[in-house]
């Protein structure tokens, strides 16, 4: 990660995010609404829990042929995907509810999904919201060396297949918090002084981290080999479909938000400051997707909605799908980009046709 500081411009000559701001307050304050989440955030965290688990409890319990388990387990890792888009998502950016120990609570479910909620904090809320697609400072864009997302990154001679690898990596993501990445991170952070509020102290955080991670261990592992009347090596073969599953579909939605074709990933001037203020930045860097269908905003949690969310972290996503025409008419009447693409299918494309062209020799793109 760059020691670089950036500096975002001050210039908004034109007023653009004061606009913005004014009218999506205008929104809220007339229609009597609160911008955290309301009934039908809560009845959806009542069915991304069920799907989570709800087959854990079956699977134990009753007694079920194999393929039964095989599906139970694949939707246990489509409702933990379901619970991190949008109950973890909202409550740890503090939009769940307006209540402080409401969000506390519900963002600690961070905790059942494997992570960690310090860590999370501070690379999605700290590092991806202020920083953008800014190579060097973004993390969602450092994938070590086995991915080649921008081309500020070094080329290396694999990455002219990561069109076709990418996609069995992204399934990884979930794993790896519970085997690496979150010891990683606590050290890096910690070192840097890095928080979001707070910063914990060391012998805290490192608490909490190895507790959670022996008590997600013990849930998740020794009670089902304990327990579930098979052996030892299909449990962990179920835990790894779980985990797959839940890291291919929250792969996948971010890098339609972020890493695609129409998408910029601009760096600083050498004094370290960027050509555009922050809300601006967003507009360039961030996309939205599919937003007119109902499945996608539902499950998503609105994180197809990545433009009303970036420039407004702190409303709950259930709001999205009404303050988007603000925000895209805003923008258009700034004459400044608000990128969507009409179709899932036509995001997957773009973000693949990005893999590819950011996996050919450098000198070969010019």
């Keep these: 990660m760059s020691e670089t500081q950036i500096k975002f411009s001050r210039v908004d000559s034109a007023k653009f995010f004061r606009t913005l701001n004014k009218r999506v307050n205008t929104y809220f304050k007339e229609n009597n609404l609160s911008r955290t989440g309301n009934w039908k955030l809560h009845i959806k965290t009542i069915v991304m829990f069920a799907l989570y688990l709800g087959p854990y409890f079956l699977i134990l319990f009753v007694d079920m042929p194999w393929y039964l388990r095989l599906l139970g387990t694949i939707i246990m890792g489509v409702g933990m995907a379901g619970v991190g888009m949008n109950v973890m998502h909202d409550a740890n950016h503090g939009s769940y509810s307006s209540k402080k120990w409401v969000n506390k609570v519900m ?28 190579h060097g400072h973004d993390e969602d864009l450092e994938t070590g060396e086995i991915l080649r997302f921008t081309k500020h990154s070094k080329w290396r001679r694999f990455h002219k297949f990561q069109h076709i690898y990418g ?62 009347p098979v052996a030892w090596w299909q449990v962990l073969i179920g835990f790894f479909i779980m985990h797959y599953v839940a890291g291919l579909i929250l792969s996948v939605v971010f890098q339609l938000a972020h890493v695609v074709e129409d998408t910029e990933m601009p760096l600083p001037d050498p004094s370290g400051t960027m050509k555009n203020t922050w809300a601006i930045h967003q507009l360039f860097t961030t996309v939205n997707f599919a937003t007119k269908n109902r499945i996608m905003n ?49 995001a997957i494309i773009a973000h693949f046709k990005h893999l590819k062209q950011m996996g050919m020799k450098p000198a070969l793109t010019t």
């Design 107 to 134: 963002g600690s479910s961070m905790y059942i999904l494997a992570g960690n909620v310090y860590n999370w904090q501070v690379q999605h809320n700290v590092l991806h919201h202020t920083y953008t697609n800014i």
């Design 167 to 228: 996609i069995f990596l992204y399934g990884l993501l979930t794993i790896n918090w519970v085997l690496t990445a979150d010891f990683k991170q606590t050290k890096r952070y910690l070192a840097k002084k890095l928080s979001y509020g707070k910063l914990p102290k060391p012998f805290a955080q490192w608490s909490i981290l190895i507790s959670t991670k022996m008590l997600y261990a013990f849930v998740w592992v020794v009670i089902p080999i304990l327990f579930f």
């Design 298 to 346: 539902w499950f998503t949690g609105g994180l197809n909605h990545q433009v009303e969310h970036h420039i407004f972290p702190n409303i709950s996503h259930v709001h999205y799908r009404k303050i988007s025409e603000i925000v895209k008419n805003t923008a258009r009447e700034f004459n400044l980009p608000y990128h969507e693409y009409k179709t899932t299918r036509k």
